[in-house]
């Protein structure tokens, strides 16, 4: 498992997207930031820091996946039941896409209601508010350039 095949597995997603913020964490939310999504998923793109891995576990199996050798409270999101993998071989790697899926499914199902309306229209329609979104915070500096390009097209 590596950088790359979490990027595949977290992408192909229902209406994953990707940002790349604090300089080299990649973020994977459900929904577009930029229209009320939210992060399920970490990476460090140049393999610094004490973890390869963070993604949100949900309440229930938070405790659980504690209990394994490797895997310790996320760095600044242990309290909402985000855990962290110290190398990449402390899960195998069907266990890492299932924990991802499940990841996504969790905080898909607490995105807000008009977050959800904008992903229940057609695709054509969700990516023209998207981008007229991202369009307005780049107008207004809230998002850098870089973080703009690293947001890919996602598909439902």
């Known amino acids: 498992m590596d950088n790359e095949r979490i990027r595949e597995i977290c992408l192909a997603l229902p209406h994953a997207a990707e940002t ?3 300089g080299s964490v ?3 939310w459900a929904a577009p930031r930029e229209i009320g999504g939210k992060m399920f998923a970490l990476t460090n793109v140049d393999g610094a820091g004490d973890v390869v891995l963070s993604f949100h576990a949900g309440v229930e199996r938070y405790h659980e996946l504690l209990e394994t050798e490797g895997v310790i ?23 890492i896409e299932e924990e991802l899926r499940q990841a ?8 807000p209601k008009r977050t959800l309306a904008i992903l229940a229209l057609p695709e054509k329609d969700m990516n023209k508010l998207v981008a007229e979104r991202r369009r307005q915070l780049a107008a207004e500096g809230k998002t850098s350039p870089l973080a703009r ?7 439902g």
Request: aromatic share 12%.
């Open 26 to 28: 990649l973020v994977y």
């Open 104 to 111: 996504h499914q969790l905080i898909t199902a607490k995105l």
């Open 20 to 22: 790349l913020n604090w």
């Open 149 to 155: 390009k690293k947001s890919a097209p996602f598909s």
């Open 73 to 95: 409270p996320a760095p600044h999101l242990a309290r909402a039941h985000w855990v962290a993998l110290e190398r990449w071989n402390v899960l195998r790697p069907r266990q």
